[in-house]
C-alpha cells in the first residue's frame, strides 16, 4: 500500500490550500484516513481523521478551519485548509488505516508536505 501526498506550498495568513493523498496496491478497505502535522521541534499531532462510516475528528486548534472530504471512490483523502495561520506551519503527512486481504487495519504513512503560512 503506498499513499501519495500533494498540495503543500506557500501562503499568507488567512489564505488557503488543498492538500491531497491518494492510496493505491492490495486495499480491502480503508478504515481511517487522516492528516497529522509536525513543526520544528515539535511532536507529530492530529489534525483531522476522516473514519470509514462517514464521522470525522479534528483537533481544536483546526476546528472550524480545515475540514476533511473523502472520495472513496478513488481512496483519496483531501485536507481543505482556510483562514491559514502561521502557527500551522509544519510538515503535513497523510496515514492511512488499511485492511488488505491478509492484514488487518495496518497503518500507513506518505511522504511529507510541508505548508508554510506567512504572516
Known amino acids: 500500500v503506498q499513499l501519495q501526498a500533494s498540495g503543500g506550498g506557500l501562503v499568507q495568513a488567512g489564505g488557503s490550500l488543498r492538500l491531497s493523498c491518494a492510496a493505491s496496491?492490495?486495499?480491502?478497505?480503508?478504515?481511517?484516513m487522516g492528516w497529522y502535522r509536525q513543526a520544528p521541534g515539535k511532536e507529530r499531532e492530529l489534525v483531522a481523521a476522516?473514519?470509514?462510516?462517514?464521522?470525522?475528528v479534528y483537533s481544536d486548534s483546526v476546528k472550524g478551519r480545515f475540514t476533511i472530504p473523502r472520495d472513496n471512490t478513488k481512496n483519496t483523502v483531501y485536507l481543505q485548509m482556510n483562514s491559514l495561520k502561521p502557527e500551522d506551519t509544519a510538515v503535513y503527512y497523510c496515514?492511512?488505516?488499511?485492511?488488505?486481504?491478509?492484514?488487518?487495519?495496518?497503518?500507513?504513512w506518505g511522504q511529507g508536505t510541508q505548508v508554510t503560512v506567512s504572516s
Open positions: 496515514n492511512a488505516l488499511v485492511s488488505t486481504a491478509t492484514t488487518n487495519s495496518v497503518s500507513y
Open positions: 496496491g492490495n486495499i480491502f478497505r480503508i478504515n481511517v
Open positions: 476522516s473514519i470509514s462510516g462517514g464521522s470525522t
